[in-house]
């Protein structure tokens, strides 16, 4: 009969306590592990959070940068579907906030992949399917008449975009009124813009996210630069022909679209567009930059008193949506930071109070088992135990316990983590809490999911942390057992 | 009962104290309890020597400081002056983290309400005081089974105490405080809670001990049928030795009347032959 045996037969002797002091140190225990999981999982969730704002933030200002000294000429949109539709330009919906906004902010674009624009009804009925869609052809001695005749201009850039595909016949249905309309189902969409350094060096024509072979170099003829939508359309690789409207055409390279609205893009020369869509001699869109973006105003009303047939677009409203959309993010980010670091501080008071708790249970039982052996202790001790020995008992007691506790806490813990760490803890899981709100939103934006789950590291941690208490409980109790005097033994009962 | 120890097969090997020689001295012995502002003496000035192979029982009515003297003689107590020679070592002078051994190696306790661990079963409880002597678990195993074979609880080795009557937990409890050969076995009232069938066979038990083992056992008791079985009796009053009568040793041969000389029984209150009560000492065994 070594002291283990005893603590052990101890422990079952009364049945009933150890299972209520069980399962109570085990779901104190639970919470103890269930918290540091949430709070990592919730750490994750903010860091990816913050760092997709961040990156969101930092495109939208340089999106700001860019488009501040940009405007958008075109003709209006007529409904005539020809072959070859030129797409709206209204929108300007290249590379800026379809990304981002939706189709709202930019006013959505007419043939974008995404069918009827962004998604949003602003985007559906206002830029897209109606009125955005059939950008009729201009002259391309626009170009150089606009250049000429209006001061403060930078750059024009002429640019033809057409697309391919089929005309399909859709009823649409919106909050109760009926259409019949016809759109054109987009194969791909050809962009024709000019090879010449100055505007490739300059300004942001061409995709930069190349991810095979090598973007168009100024100047090439018979290249073509296809999007990963495009190169699985055609079946073409890098270094392949594709043919297109009977013209077969050298892949360069592939680029991955930065944006919804240019999955089906696919690049060429200006003028090789111009040809191969019947459209020599026309543009579809002008993109005019200013020198500067106090001038933009003042160059946007001179084009249109020069060509009052056009349609100008200035970046100014597209800019105030920005910063808004910016000042939103940066909003969110900050609002994100501060649920993090609440989430901790309630995450620390928790695991206090359960710390003290678990302590003070352990502490209790223990006090009161040795109070209710005291003629045992007194008998042990009077036979010949030593007071470390005695002490050990007792202490291996606590300890055993809180070790069953642990256990039983680990096991729970890897069942309810999830539940009990939303349940703590204000921004993990559902978010039904205010702090917690902004982060789970996030989360469904920018792509953290906060899921509490238990390392090995934590289960490891549960259970040094439940024996680091059962020690620490017991250890008052024990030395009061060892203090019994032999005497004890001697009471009446 | 007896028969056990006496044809016990295997005797159990003890190293029996020479007989004659002091196992306990007690020297001008003292203690005092303070209660609050006053001091309260339980002993004064007590001297008794205690040889080996004695049987003695110690009386005295409530308070007069028996419970006290057994404490300070199982150094469970510390004497506030005098001297406790045990065995000729001075445990008066030890200090408490010496004393456990002392009550592990050279005591034996047997206790009124028999104290066993109720977990443990028989065989287990008669092991406990085994424990950190360096016996092999297999030689405590073999030690418990044959004390508890001498004290006539063959079979009963692994019943819990729950499932033996009160007389067999005294039984285990004694064979516990033989578990490491003590020179001493100090029993405090181990009749007390006991029917008198049971009282009586708890009686020749250790007399039985004490004649064919040799075992020295100092025995407080209220019962003066027990008191009687013993070869000496000591009245304690007020922490004083106040008088000492020879016993009937229950197993002795020839138990004489001290009046008459005629033979008399066990049991017997009152001679046979004169008719005096054996023992005219009725201030004795009132308390």
Redesign the interface.
């Known amino acids: 009969?070594?002291i283990v045996s005893?603590a052990v037969?101890?422990i079952s002797?009364r049945k009933m306590r150890a299972l209520l002091v069980i399962i109570a140190l085990g779901f104190a225990l639970s919470i103890m592990i269930s918290i540091p999981a949430g709070v990592l999982a919730n750490q994750k969730a903010a860091n990816t959070v913050s760092s997709n704002l961040s990156n969101v933030i930092s495109q939208t200002g340089a999106s700001i940068n860019q488009t501040l000294t940009q405007i958008d000429c075109s003709l209006a949109p007529s409904f005539s579907g020809f072959g070859f539709t030129p797409r709206n330009s209204t929108s300007g919906g290249g590379y800026t906030l379809g990304q981002y906004g939706g189709g709202g902010t930019s006013g959505g674009s007419g043939f974008t992949p995404g069918q009827f624009g962004g998604g949003t009804v602003g985007g559906y009925f206002g830029g897209g399917a109606f009125s955005g869609g059939r950008a009729s052809p201009m002259n391309e001695t626009l170009y150089s008449d606009i250049n000429s005749n209006i001061s403060g201009i930078a750059a024009v850039e002429p640019i033809l975009q057409a697309s391919e595909g089929n005309n399909v016949t859709r009823n649409l249905d919106f909050n109760g009124y009926s259409r019949t309309i016809t759109t054109l189902d987009v194969e791909y969409t050809i962009e024709g813009v000019p090879l010449t350094s100055y505007f490739v060096g300059n300004y942001p024509i061409l995709p930069t996210n190349i991810t095979a072979g090598s973007n168009l170099q100024v100047g090439v003829s018979g290249d073509v630069l296809l999007s990963e939508n495009n190169s699985a359309y055609f079946g073409a690789g890098v270094g392949d022909a594709v043919t297109i409207l009977g013209q077969s055409f050298t892949v360069v390279g592939i680029y991955s679209p930065s944006s919804v609205s240019d999955t089906q893009t696919l690049y060429m020369s200006l003028s090789e567009a111009q040809a191969l869509t019947n459209n020599t001699g026309y543009i579809t869109s002008l993109t005019v930059f200013a020198q500067n973006s106090g001038d933009v105003s003042a160059v946007a009303s001179a084009i249109s008193a020069l060509h009052p047939e056009l349609t100008v677009t200035t970046a100014q409203s597209r800019e105030s949506a920005l910063s808004t959309e910016e000042s939103t993010y940066t909003t969110e980010l900050a609002n994100a930071n501060a649920s993090d670091s609440q989430t901790n501080s309630t995450a620390i008071e928790e695991i206090v109070v359960v710390v003290l708790a678990t302590s003070l249970i352990v502490l209790f039982v223990m006090l009161y088992t040795v109070k209710e052996r005291t003629?045992?202790i007194g008998?042990?001790?009077?036979?010949?135990?030593?007071?470390s020995?005695v002490m050990s008992q007792f202490m291996l007691e606590g300890v055993l316990l809180s070790m069953i506790a642990g256990v039983v806490g680990i096991a729970i813990g890897s069942i309810a983590a999830p539940t009990i760490a939303s349940l703590l803890l204000p921004s993990v899981g559902a978010g039904s809490r205010t702090a917690g709100a902004v982060v789970v939103s996030g989360t469904t934006r920018f792509g953290g999911l906060a899921v509490a789950t238990l390392t090995p590291e934590l289960v490891l941690l549960g259970f040094g942390v439940a024996i680091l208490l059962g020690t620490l409980g017991s250890l008052y109790p024990a030395w009061r057992a060892a203090k019994i005097?032999?005497?004890e033994?001697?009471r009446?009962? | 009962m007896s028969k056990s120890v006496l044809q016990s097969a295997k005797p159990v090997p003890q190293a029996v104290p020479q007989s004659g020689k002091p196992v306990l001295q007690l020297e001008n012995l003292s203690k005092t309890y303070t209660l609050g502002k006053r001091d309260v003496p339980a002993l004064s000035n007590l001297n008794l020597i205690v040889n080996a192979g004695e049987f003695v029982a110690i009386m005295g009515p409530s308070g007069s400081g028996k419970?006290t003297l057994l404490?300070v003689i199982?150094c469970?107590?510390k004497p506030t002056k005098g001297k406790v020679l045990l065995d000729g070592i001075d445990a008066s002078a030890l200090p408490?983290?010496q004393l456990?051994?002392i009550?592990?190696?050279k005591?034996?306790?047997v206790?009124?309400?028999f104290?066993l661990?109720?977990?443990?079963n028989a065989r287990?409880n008669v092991?406990?005081?085994m424990?950190?002597r360096g016996k092999s678990k297999s030689e405590q195993k073999k030690r418990a089974s044959e004390l508890l074979a001498m004290v006539g609880l063959s079979g009963r080795e692994e019943h819990r105490p729950q499932r033996l009557s009160a007389g067999e937990q005294q039984r285990v409890a004694i064979a516990?405080?033989l578990a490491?050969s003590p020179a001493i076995i100090l029993a405090?009232e181990p009749t007390g809670n006991l029917d008198s069938e049971n009282k009586q066979g708890i009686i020749k038990l250790l007399a039985n001990l004490n004649l064919t083992q040799g075992t020295t056992i100092i025995m407080v008791t209220h019962d003066s049928q027990a008191a009687r079985n013993t070869e000496r009796m000591l009245l304690l009053k007020d922490g004083k030795i106040v008088k000492e009568m020879q016993g009937l040793h229950l197993n002795k041969k020839n138990q004489t009347c001290p009046h008459c000389g005629s033979r008399i029984q066990i049991n017997d209150d009152k001679c046979p032959a004169c008719k005096k009560p054996i023992y005219a000492s009725d201030e004795l065994f009132s308390s």
């Open positions: 009969m070594g005893r037969r101890n002797r003629k045992e008998t042990l001790k009077a036979i010949g135990f030593s007071n020995t005097r032999p005497a033994a001697m009446y009962e | 419970t404490n199982g469970i107590d408490e983290n456990y051994k009550r592990r190696d005591m034996g306790f206790f009124q309400t104290n661990l109720p977990y443990l287990e092991e406990l005081p424990e950190g516990r405080a490491n405090d």
